[in-house]
């Protein structure tokens, strides 16, 4: 069980690490610098690196992942580079990863490893822990049989069958008796959540998530609006759990921000699935902040990147402003080439607080272009909707007629309201009617 755990300790190794160029595989629209990243990620890890290896192939062995030759090149390196880990910018199989650390009697890491060890170092929360966990017990029950394999040489017989397999899957067991556990402790935070949602919306309070590619100074931007104090470092993932506060922003009343995990291309399916809970959140979110660093050569790619994920995340239809950021580290022409053109992109710099007046009246602009004043018409047994939507606080004025029907004039969101008109029998009255900056 050594090995199980040791992904939860930071690196302090030397590490060989290695990418590898399929020519069929690549995108049309992919990384200019893939493997920066990679290294970035390696280095926020702990980890140190001894020899970089980046080669072409025409595509993966299904046994090691990459040809022989190159297997016992990296073999020869390790051993004169002293180093002890192997890191693959890829993600590997277990058999893969058995058949590597084999040769190399070094430990093998792949991608989803290398995140997963990242993540479980920078959560701070007792809901970030447990998200971490439940990420790497799903990882690694594929790769339980690794721990184990003093036993292998057991190849049955009268005597000397059972005694691996049935280790293994006592072990096995009890993983899944963890990984149950940790859902059902996430699902009791996820209702308080719940609540939670209720009460700001109840309130009229309008919650604005900041989102982005990891390491695009949302962390920055978020202490600026609100603040805070929270961590922030030029490192990718240097933010991990979520936090929703209140802004500290003159003219912004009502407003909360939050500051979410960065994305990555290449999101692990076990950090997805872990996190889902967490970016649900954003679910609520009444807009959407995305941080670009336009500073980064490879910005459009990693905008991208964020957009396929929201939209696999069902988020597209969410109301969003692209925040340009670092501003200051760009050419002045390339600044007038990026000039805020409409009110979905602003230019700023967070750590110059620079831009922020433009930023806020981007925020005004959306939170009052969504908002509808409508008249609708209920049914007098309909009286749970009418208490509702006045608990909510969407009701300006009422009245009734002789027959007893009940007109409600709502000041509502335009989405909100297309769900509520959607999934109840309820008749609009009169044309909508947007409410005008000098309305709101």
């Given at each position: 069980?050594?090995?199980?755990?040791?992904?939860?300790?930071?690196f302090?190794?030397?590490?060989?690490?290695?990418?590898?160029?399929?020519?069929k595989?690549?995108?049309?629209?992919?990384?200019?610098?893939?493997?920066?990243?990679?290294?970035?990620?390696?280095?926020?890890?702990?980890?140190?690196?001894?020899?970089e290896?980046?080669?072409?192939?025409?595509?993966?062995?299904?046994?090691?992942?990459?040809?022989?030759?190159?297997?016992?090149?990296?073999?020869?390196?390790?051993e004169?580079?002293?180093?002890d880990?192997?890191?693959?910018?890829?993600?590997?199989?277990?058999?893969q990863?058995?058949?590597?650390?084999?040769?190399?009697?070094?430990?093998?890491?792949?991608?989803?490893?290398?995140?997963?060890?990242?993540?479980?170092?920078?959560?701070?929360?007792?809901?970030?822990?447990?998200?971490?966990?439940?990420?790497?017990?799903?990882h690694?029950?594929?790769?339980l049989?690794?721990g184990?394999?003093?036993l292998?040489?057991?190849?049955?017989?009268?005597?000397?069958r059972?005694?691996?397999?049935?280790?293994?899957e006592?072990d096995?067991?009890?993983?899944?008796?963890?990984?149950?556990?940790?859902?059902?402790?996430?699902?009791?935070?996820?209702?308080?959540?719940?609540?939670?949602?209720?009460?700001?919306?109840?309130?009229?309070?309008?919650?604005?998530a900041?989102?982005?590619?990891?390491?695009?100074?949302?962390?920055?931007?978020?202490?600026?609006?609100?603040?805070?104090q929270?961590?922030?470092?030029?490192?990718?993932?240097?933010t991990?759990?979520?936090?929703?506060?209140?802004?500290?922003?003159?003219?912004?009343?009502?407003?909360?921000?939050?500051?979410?995990v960065?994305?990555?291309?290449?999101?692990?399916?076990?950090?997805?699935?872990?996190?889902?809970?967490?970016?649900?959140?954003?679910k609520?979110?009444?807009?959407?902040?995305?941080?670009?660093?336009?500073?980064?050569?490879?910005?459009?790619?990693?905008?991208?990147q964020?957009?396929?994920i929201?939209?696999?995340?069902?988020?597209?239809?969410?109301?969003?402003?692209?925040?340009?950021?670092?501003?200051?580290?760009?050419?002045?022409?390339?600044?007038?080439?990026?000039?805020?053109?409409?009110?979905y992109?602003?230019?700023?710099?967070?750590?110059?607080?620079?831009?922020?007046?433009?930023?806020?009246?981007?925020?005004?602009?959306?939170?009052?272009?969504?908002?509808?004043?409508?008249?609708i018409?209920?049914?007098?047994?309909?009286?749970?909707?009418?208490s509702?939507?006045?608990s909510?606080?969407?009701?300006?004025e009422?009245?009734?007629?002789?027959v007893?029907?009940?007109?409600?004039?709502?000041?509502?969101?335009?989405?909100?309201l297309?769900?509520?008109?959607?999934?109840?029998?309820?008749?609009?009255?009169?044309?909508?009617e947007?409410?005008?900056?000098?309305?709101?």
């Amino acid at each position: 069980m050594k090995d199980i755990l040791e992904i939860k300790e930071s690196f302090d190794h030397r590490a060989i690490i290695i990418q590898v160029d399929f020519p069929k595989k690549r995108e049309a629209f992919s990384s200019m610098d893939a493997f920066a990243e990679f290294k970035g990620l390696v280095l926020s890890s702990g980890a140190n690196i001894s020899h970089e290896e980046i080669f072409k192939q025409a595509k993966p062995t299904s046994g090691l992942f990459i040809s022989k030759g190159k297997v016992e090149r990296i073999k020869i390196l390790a051993e004169e580079t002293h180093s002890d880990l192997v890191i693959f910018n890829h993600d590997l199989s277990p058999s893969q990863e058995r058949n590597l650390e084999n040769i190399f009697q070094k430990r093998v890491l792949d991608r989803t490893g290398l995140i997963l060890d990242i993540f479980s170092v920078r959560a701070s929360s007792h809901v970030g822990k447990l998200q971490v966990e439940l990420a790497q017990l799903s990882h690694l029950s594929t790769r339980l049989v690794r721990g184990w394999s003093h036993l292998e040489r057991q190849k049955g017989g009268i005597g000397l069958r059972g005694p691996g397999e049935t280790q293994l899957e006592t072990d096995r067991r009890l993983l899944n008796h963890r990984i149950k556990s940790i859902k059902k402790r996430l699902d009791k935070t996820h209702k308080q959540r719940a609540v939670n949602r209720y009460s700001r919306k109840k309130s009229s309070q309008t919650l604005v998530a900041l989102i982005g590619y990891t390491n695009a100074g949302k962390t920055t931007l978020f202490n600026l609006l609100t603040q805070s104090q929270l961590y922030a470092d030029d490192k990718l993932f240097a933010t991990l759990d979520s936090i929703t506060r209140k802004n500290s922003i003159l003219g912004l009343d009502d407003i909360l921000f939050s500051d979410t995990v960065g994305f990555i291309s290449n999101l692990p399916t076990q950090l997805i699935e872990s996190f889902k809970a967490t970016l649900d959140e954003l679910k609520a979110a009444d807009m959407l902040i995305h941080v670009i660093d336009i500073s980064d050569p490879d910005f459009l790619f990693k905008s991208e990147q964020v957009l396929k994920i929201l939209e696999e995340l069902g988020l597209s239809s969410i109301p969003q402003i692209r925040v340009h950021n670092k501003c200051d580290k760009i050419e002045l022409n390339v600044k007038r080439n990026l000039a805020k053109k409409s009110n979905y992109e602003v230019l700023i710099s967070a750590l110059r607080n620079q831009g922020i007046n433009e930023l806020v009246s981007s925020i005004h602009f959306h939170r009052q272009k969504n908002i509808m004043r409508q008249w609708i018409e209920l049914e007098p047994d309909q009286g749970k909707i009418r208490s509702k939507l006045y608990s909510l606080d969407r009701v300006v004025e009422e009245t009734t007629n002789e027959v007893g029907m009940i007109k409600l004039l709502l000041e509502i969101d335009e989405k909100e309201l297309n769900n509520l008109v959607s999934h109840n029998d309820i008749r609009l009255v009169s044309n909508r009617e947007k409410i005008s900056i000098t309305d709101y």
